[in-house]
Structure formats: structure tokens, C-alpha cells
């Protein structure tokens, strides 16, 4: 199995471009996640759905769309890049948006947008 | 706003040694407190986590000790080794609602050998 996998792993944008970061998991989870993780702010979560077919905003979702493309499947995509979306960004997943269960990360997408 | 207030930043600690990171709430609605550690260049991971029913947990070398009372929680790492080098996330998780993850700002472990 190979968890929670996300492409790309890095990415230079011009501000005002779009992109779209992509996860997927094969661990048959209900709940995904997005988290951005900036030096000395730990990490951030901007959208979350908790089952197929919802999604809901984190704490910073501002710039940011997401897209619950199917069970194994959740995007999430920048419209205008600005420089301040420069950041690391991790998709999860879980079981079920139960408090209890673990959250599995991916290995991370570089973002830097100039 | 920080919701999870993690301290020290970094942290240099002998091999053998016990390593120590502190972290404090405020939010009463915190009912999950899981520990994350990260190596470079990759996704944090789960290491250990304790509800607030009990007041330690201990699995192997890892300890969280959480106070209640004083909206605090710590994660001791005993006889630290060079492969513990990484930085370690505490967290925060409410029931219901938003069913939001709050992390702190990490704490970079540097364990010299």
C-alpha cells in the first residue's frame, strides 16, 4: 500500500498563475485533508471533507478551492498564486473525521510562487 | 492566534539524555492531544497520543505527561538517540464542529551522538 501519495512533489509558479495539487489515498479512509506548513507556524489546515461529496473550510482557506473528486481523491487548487501560498502543503486522511482516529500524511508538496 | 503554545523551538540533547518538549492550551473543547514527528522531507507521522482522562501514557521510550488542570502536556523521550533527531509537532483536536487539527510550531530535536 502505498498511503497517501501527492503530486507534485515541487513547483515554481508566477504569481496569478493556477495549479492544482493532487492526493490520493489507497487506504479506503472516508475523511482527507489539506494542510499548509509554514517555519514557525506548524501546520495549518485549509479545507478538509470529511466524507464523499463535503467539503468544509479549515482555519486558511482563503485562495484556495478544493475538489472531493471521489473516495480516493482530493485537490486542491490555487486559481491566482500569490506569494504568500509559498509553503509546504500536505493532504491526510483518516478512517472517519472521528476525533480518535490517526491522520496519515503524504510526504508534502514544495510551493513557491515568485 | 496560536491555539497550542509549544516550547522550546530547538532543542540539542546528548545521546542517553531525556529530552523534553512543553506544550499549553487554552481551549477546554481540546479532547485529543496526539504528538507528530517529522523527518526532513517528508509528512509528520503519529507518535504517541493521550485523551484527557489520563493523566500519562508511556509507549517505549515516548511519555506524555498531561495536566489538566494546568492546560498542559509534555512529551519526555528517555535515552534520546541520534535517529530521534527530527522536529516534533504537539497537537490539539476538538470534538465535532470543524473537526480541526491544531498543531504547535514545532520543536526541532537535535540528539548529538
Known amino acids: 500500500n502505498a498511503g497517501v501519495t501527492q503530486t507534485p512533489k515541487f513547483q515554481v509558479l508566477k504569481t496569478g498563475q493556477s495549479m492544482t495539487l493532487q492526493c490520493a489515498q489507497d487506504m479506503n479512509h472516508n475523511s482527507m485533508y489539506w494542510y499548509r506548513q509554514d517555519p514557525g507556524m506548524g501546520l495549518r489546515l485549509i479545507y478538509y471533507s470529511a466524507s464523499e461529496g463535503t467539503t468544509d473550510k479549515g482555519e486558511v482557506p482563503n485562495g484556495y478551492n478544493v475538489s472531493r473528486l471521489n473516495k480516493r481523491e482530493f485537490s486542491l487548487r490555487l486559481e491566482s498564486a500569490a506569494p504568500s501560498q509559498t509553503s509546504v502543503y500536505f493532504c491526510?486522511?483518516?478512517?472517519?473525521?472521528?476525533?480518535?482516529?490517526?491522520?496519515?500524511f503524504g510526504p508534502g508538496t514544495r510551493l513557491t510562487v515568485l | 492566534q496560536q491555539q497550542v503554545k509549544q516550547s522550546p523551538q530547538s532543542l540539542i540533547v546528548q545521546k542517553g539524555g531525556i529530552s523534553i518538549i512543553n506544550c499549553a492550551y487554552e481551549?477546554?473543547?481540546?479532547?485529543?492531544f496526539p504528538w507528530y514527528q517529522q523527518f526532513p522531507g517528508k509528512g509528520p507521522a503519529l507518535l504517541i497520543a493521550?485523551?484527557?482522562?489520563?493523566s500519562e501514557k508511556k509507549e517505549g521510550r515516548f511519555t506524555i505527561s498531561f495536566n489538566k488542570s494546568a492546560k498542559q502536556f509534555s512529551l519526555h523521550i528517555m535515552d534520546s538517540q541520534p535517529g530521534d533527531s527530527a522536529t516534533y509537532f504537539c497537537a490539539a483536536r476538538t470534538t465535532g464542529g470543524a473537526n480541526n487539527l491544531f498543531f504547535g510550531t514545532g520543536t526541532r530535536l537535535t540528539v548529538i551522538p
Open positions: 491526510a486522511s483518516s478512517l472517519s473525521s472521528n476525533t480518535y482516529n490517526e491522520q496519515f
Open positions: 481551549n477546554t473543547a481540546f479532547d485529543y
Open positions: 493521550i485523551r484527557p482522562d489520563v
